[in-house]
């Protein structure tokens, strides 16, 4: 789907951000190739006595390119957003003990946002603490998962209910693992790309650079990847635990993309469509409201519309609409017990200062006869 | 046992610390009573929108004089070091949603060690962390576990395999509860007690306080939880995520009576009786190596005996040596694969720089023909 077919970069070519996140700092390279252990291990201060590496069945063979399991321990995990949950972490954590990791080890997470969350959680929690690697190998965990060090499994059913804010000393991002991205994933990461070319304040020129579709040629992908590490890197330093400030607007089409994935059953729509969905749903919010501009409303829904995604409501996978509604009240970006949300401005996006009104919320997401 | 019924301290006594504890304060309040959720309220900055109260069977009472049931949330565990593990977490978890507390909530711990281990542990996790205030009910609690911030569970029967670091905002220590705390519970926060009266350089006069026995009138009870939270609060400031420094040495017979809990099946010694014997494994290995000067292990197996516990090796309960050994070897504080071993000096105590050779530990633990 996505031609990455283009002469490659320059060998070597490698794009480099460093991030303070609190406690330490966040290096992210931005490669062609996945990074063999050597170089991982080179770009850790203070090497570990052991590693582990965790990938799932679908991240095998990049995982293969760190280390062989001859080489360092692999736990390999069911994939799917279906299995993220306690019993992920747990085998993680097994995993560590029967290997006999001590609290100087390094977890490598080789895979997309679901390996690269349940990774993080597991590090955060043995032993309270191992240092931890990140080698991001889908469009979603590299535009958004793999930077700020939110981890998360899901619980009861609920999206992320357990979770910590735990950054990878080290993320890398190796461009060549998208070549074999199945096109559903692409797709799911490519509702996050266009959320922060929406919420970039000068973000046109990447706006511009999507309406192409999903056809993307290898430089406009590294420029793509680029802009949104850098992005979502300042504003996460700006907060690194989310108390407040900037960082909510990263949520933009997520209360409602959430409350979908919950009332849908978590695994039956894809984490992308969910946000694209919800996208849509905060622009005509916002032109409700009277905050989004309508020409900017229509090129987003054009654009979302262009990726192939669904931007009318109700979804059809939304299922009951009294679970969805209860959803969007419980989200976790919570703020005293209101739900927050975010919707596109002129330039960039801002967060409501107070939360709409149940029949505005109810008639956005096609919900009628309550 | 103990002697709680001398006259109590004026009305309303508190001894306040404060400690920092990386990104913010922890206030220690010995208090007598337990406070009423109105008192923690009111030293609690941003107040929370919801609140969860969380005991076991054995501290509803407490819990109950903080806030009834009806007036907020209530999670009452099963109480015992055996129920230490992720289904206890997962319980409050569950409570917690099923509450629709969101972020910024409150969770209170109201109970000894193994209530605020797993209440700090699902605060940390839940919706990734709400804040977390700690009213401790047992000697164990106040004198170790409910200052400094270490949360955890046990997990694949290893003590503390998963946990984190997160220290409450704020820490009850109402001494009135003591008046009620079973024997066995007693002896188990003695342990601890002991422990850091050893290590606190100019702690002679507490070891002689300690050395009247068990039976401890307030005014000396207010006076030893005093100086033990002043000493572990200090140590903890250092070094909150225990990544070096004098932390370690607060492991005095820790790595001794963790492998002794782990060896003898977790739940059929208590955590002060492991303790306290590890101390005396070490206090033999420090003479043994020539650092613990004669007349001091003499005074402190003599304080231990006086106390009830067991100093003599092997354990009884220790099982099966090969999976003592090998828990010795796994401990947790392992530095670069090795254990680190704590044993007491001319004054206070001192970290080995290497851990002795397995002919002298297992001289030490009383395991022979091997």
Same mark, same amino acid.
């Given at each position: 789907m996505n031609d990455l077919q283009t002469p490659p970069p320059p060998a070597g070519q490698v794009n480099r951000y460093r991030f303070n996140l609190g406690s330490h700092p966040q290096d992210v390279l931005i490669t062609g190739p996945v990074p063999p252990l050597r170089s991982i291990l080179d770009e850790t201060p203070d090497p570990p006595s052991r590693v582990l590496i965790v990938c799932d069945e679908h991240t095998l063979p990049p995982a293969r390119a760190i280390a062989t399991p001859e080489e360092t321990p692999f736990c390999v995990l069911e994939p799917g957003e279906t299995r993220k949950n306690w019993e992920g972490v747990e085998r993680i954590l097994r995993r560590a003990h029967d290997a006999g990791l001590g609290r100087d080890s390094l977890f490598i997470a080789c895979g997309g946002g679901v390996v690269s969350d349940?990774?993080?959680?597991?590090?955060? *929690?043995?032993?309270?603490g191992v240092r931890l690697c990140v080698v991001s190998t889908s469009l979603l965990g590299m535009v958004d998962a793999a930077v700020g060090g939110k981890t998360g499994c899901d619980l009861f059913g609920v999206k992320n209910l357990a979770g910590s804010f735990y950054p990878a000393r080290l993320v890398y991002l190796p461009l060549d693992t998208l070549a074999t991205l199945p096109p559903a994933e692409w797709k799911s990461g490519m509702a996050e790309l266009i959320k922060t070319a929406i919420l970039i304040p000068d973000g046109e020129d990447l706006l511009s650079l999507l309406q192409a579709g999903p056809e993307l040629p290898r430089p406009s992908l590294r420029t793509a990847v680029a802009r949104a590490v850098a992005y979502k890197g300042r504003i996460v330093e700006e907060d690194p635990r989310e108390t407040g400030g900037r960082r909510v607007l990263l949520n933009l089409g997520h209360s409602f993309g959430h409350a979908l994935e919950s009332s849908s059953g978590l695994g039956r729509i894809s984490h992308g469509e969910a946000v694209a969905w919800g996208i849509a749903r905060a622009c005509?919010?916002?032109?409700?409201?009277?905050?989004?501009?309508?020409?900017? *409303?229509?090129g987003i829904l054009t654009l979302l519309q262009n990726h192939g995604y669904q931007t009318a409501a109700p979804h059809p996978l939304m299922g009951e609409p009294a679970r969805f509604i209860e959803a969007l009240a419980r989200d976790k970006k919570n703020r005293r017990g209101k739900a927050v949300f975010v919707v596109p401005s002129a330039r960039g996006a801002e967060v409501l200062p107070e939360p709409p009104g149940e029949e505005l919320l109810l008639k956005i997401c096609g919900i009628t006869g309550r």
């Amino acid at each position: 789907m996505n031609d990455l077919q283009t002469p490659p970069p320059p060998a070597g070519q490698v794009n480099r951000y460093r991030f303070n996140l609190g406690s330490h700092p966040q290096d992210v390279l931005i490669t062609g190739p996945v990074p063999p252990l050597r170089s991982i291990l080179d770009e850790t201060p203070d090497p570990p006595s052991r590693v582990l590496i965790v990938c799932d069945e679908h991240t095998l063979p990049p995982a293969r390119a760190i280390a062989t399991p001859e080489e360092t321990p692999f736990c390999v995990l069911e994939p799917g957003e279906t299995r993220k949950n306690w019993e992920g972490v747990e085998r993680i954590l097994r995993r560590a003990h029967d290997a006999g990791l001590g609290r100087d080890s390094l977890f490598i997470a080789c895979g997309g946002g679901v390996v690269s969350d349940l990774t993080g959680f597991a590090a955060s *929690v043995y032993m309270r603490g191992v240092r931890l690697c990140v080698v991001s190998t889908s469009l979603l965990g590299m535009v958004d998962a793999a930077v700020g060090g939110k981890t998360g499994c899901d619980l009861f059913g609920v999206k992320n209910l357990a979770g910590s804010f735990y950054p990878a000393r080290l993320v890398y991002l190796p461009l060549d693992t998208l070549a074999t991205l199945p096109p559903a994933e692409w797709k799911s990461g490519m509702a996050e790309l266009i959320k922060t070319a929406i919420l970039i304040p000068d973000g046109e020129d990447l706006l511009s650079l999507l309406q192409a579709g999903p056809e993307l040629p290898r430089p406009s992908l590294r420029t793509a990847v680029a802009r949104a590490v850098a992005y979502k890197g300042r504003i996460v330093e700006e907060d690194p635990r989310e108390t407040g400030g900037r960082r909510v607007l990263l949520n933009l089409g997520h209360s409602f993309g959430h409350a979908l994935e919950s009332s849908s059953g978590l695994g039956r729509i894809s984490h992308g469509e969910a946000v694209a969905w919800g996208i849509a749903r905060a622009c005509e919010l916002g032109q409700s409201l009277g905050i989004s501009p309508p020409r900017r *409303v229509r090129g987003i829904l054009t654009l979302l519309q262009n990726h192939g995604y669904q931007t009318a409501a109700p979804h059809p996978l939304m299922g009951e609409p009294a679970r969805f509604i209860e959803a969007l009240a419980r989200d976790k970006k919570n703020r005293r017990g209101k739900a927050v949300f975010v919707v596109p401005s002129a330039r960039g996006a801002e967060v409501l200062p107070e939360p709409p009104g149940e029949e505005l919320l109810l008639k956005i997401c096609g919900i009628t006869g309550r």
